[in-house]
């Protein structure tokens, strides 16, 4: 159930907080990089860069669908700056969790997001 409410925060206090919430739902040594979307005044662009060697950077644009919910679509794999096949069963598995995670960071913020 959607209430379609928007959100009552304005951009740059949204990746504000989420500049500060996201790494603490992320895995240790992975980190995130979060921007306005030009585009979306109640969206988000997501850079996340994964730890360990295999220099993997996920890109997601994550938009409010209301104060409660976010939609999070894939933009863009690459590993060590080219671009890969998003759909290998590895890539799959790292951005669900991605997913996971920022859906997780979103609901964290349901407080300054949701208007009493």
Do not use: K
């Not at 739902?25 to 994964?50: S, V, Y």
């Not at 209301?66 to 679509?73: G, L, N």
């Amino acid at each position: 159930m959607q209430n379609n409410e928007p959100i009552s925060v304005n951009q740059d206090q949204l990746v504000s907080a989420w500049q500060q919430t996201l790494p603490t739902t992320l895995q240790e040594g992975d980190h995130a990089q979060i921007e306005p979307d030009g585009a979306n005044p109640q969206g988000l662009r997501i850079h996340i860069e994964a730890a360990g060697r295999q220099m993997y950077t996920f890109d997601f644009q994550c938009a409010y669908v209301d104060s409660r919910e976010v939609r999070v679509d894939l933009v863009d794999v690459e590993r060590d700056g080219v671009s890969v096949d998003e759909r290998t069963q590895v890539i799959q598995e790292m951005a669900q969790t991605y997913t996971r995670n920022i859906h997780e960071c979103a609901q964290a913020l349901h407080d300054i997001t949701h208007e009493h």
